[in-house]
């Protein structure tokens, strides 16, 4: 394949717990500490940022010669830990500046964007959250929605960064909290297609949900999106893999102007998982799954328990 410079790769990866070593009295990071029984300790730390710079770095990069000019990113602590991933040892010369904004979600872990400015001039961010109610009729906290407009190649973008609701209590039980999060993202497409009718829209995130559940039906329906994820999915590929099945968690959907030759110089050309086999254990029952950090409490030393996603376009 001819490496093509004006081949553009956007990507999307869960970076699973990206903590810093400190105790956050507001948060519950206890488990992230090196008094913990997982023993984060200053060295697995950055043994982290230089194997999650590693990725990033390369995401795309055998089609373009380049690293990622977007990267949304889920499971980030604050900004400190984004500030020592962009300055890590691998991913220091891509210079990359970031976006984020703290949300009330228990855990403390937010939505992210890395982004290369020479690239995408970013002109406004600002986060929407999911209300959710807990049975009792207490309030629910999960991430902020992350939105983020700029220019790419002189054309007005909004990027809508997501992390939605695990299934961690069971599919069927926590469907309705990925479906309230869907009707957000879908509010914000229409203010945006309010402020300007041919908005183009590019909606990425961990959405605990396949392309074919009612979730993501609802952003491809009422969101007038493309999920080429779609057919990305099988037996054997996936971002994550749950009980030896393949999940596509992982998606980023466009809008159907992007498909329109005369209303974007932005040519969609695929979408893909970033799944080179550095990133997957070795050997044993879970050969080819995502090596991932921890397994429960049990240090692996892995990357991520997801692979990262990603889209390309090409300029003329």
């Keep these: 394949m001819i490496k093509n410079s004006n081949t553009h790769t956007i990507a999307f990866y869960?970076?699973?717990n990206l903590f810093d070593i400190?105790?956050?009295?507001?948060?519950n990071d206890d488990d992230f500490l090196p008094t913990s029984a997982k023993r984060w300790t200053p060295k697995r730390y950055d043994n982290k940022l230089k194997k999650l710079g590693k990725v990033i770095s390369q995401i795309g990069k055998e089609e373009t010669n380049l690293a990622p000019i977007i990267v949304g990113l889920a499971e980030v602590e604050n900004k400190k830990v984004l500030s020592d991933l962009v300055r890590s040892e691998n991913l220091i010369s891509e210079t990359y500046s970031y976006i984020h904004y703290d949300?009330?979600?228990?855990?403390?872990i937010d939505v992210a964007l890395l982004y290369k400015d020479e690239f995408f001039k970013v002109?406004?961010?600002?986060?929407?959250?999911?209300?959710?109610?807990?049975?009792t009729g207490e309030r629910d906290y999960t991430r902020d929605i992350l939105l983020v407009q700029g220019k790419l190649h002189e054309e007005d973008i909004n990027i809508i960064v997501n992390h939605w609701s695990s299934r961690r209590e069971g599919e069927k039980e926590t469907e309705h909290k990925r479906i309230a999060a869907a009707n957000v993202v879908n509010?914000?497409?229409?203010?945006?297609?309010?402020?300007?009718a041919n908005a183009k829209v590019i909606v990425m995130g961990d959405f605990?949900?396949?392309?074919?559940?009612?979730?993501?039906?609802?952003?491809?329906?009422?969101?007038?999106?493309?999920?080429?994820?779609?057919?990305?999915?099988?037996?054997?590929?996936?971002?994550?893999?749950?009980d030896f099945q393949w999940n596509m968690f992982d998606q980023i959907l466009i809008s159907g102007n992007f498909f329109d030759p005369d209303g974007t110089k932005l040519k969609f050309i695929?979408?893909?998982?970033?799944?080179?086999?550095?990133?997957?254990?070795?050997?044993?029952?879970?050969?080819?799954?995502?090596?991932?950090t921890y397994a429960g409490k049990k240090y692996k030393g892995g990357y991520s328990d997801h692979f990262p996603v990603y889209i390309q376009f090409r300029t003329p």
Excluded: W
């Excluded at 400190?22 to 948060?27: I, Q």
């Excluded at 080179?276 to 080819?288: E, N």
């Design 270 to 292: 695929k979408a893909e998982v970033f799944n080179s086999k550095f990133l997957t254990q070795y050997h044993g029952k879970y050969k080819g799954q995502p090596f991932r």
């Design 22 to 27: 400190e105790n956050d009295p507001l948060t």
């Design 187 to 196: 509010n914000v497409i229409a203010r945006l297609k309010k402020e300007q």
């Design 14 to 16: 869960n970076i699973e």
């Design 123 to 135: 002109e406004n961010s600002e986060t929407f959250s999911v209300y959710l109610q807990s049975e």
């Design 208 to 242: 605990n949900d396949n392309p074919e559940n009612e979730s993501l039906m609802l952003l491809e329906k009422e969101g007038h999106l493309y999920n080429p994820f779609s057919t990305v999915l099988s037996y054997n590929k996936g971002s994550l893999n749950h």
């Design 103 to 108: 949300s009330a979600d228990e855990r403390g």
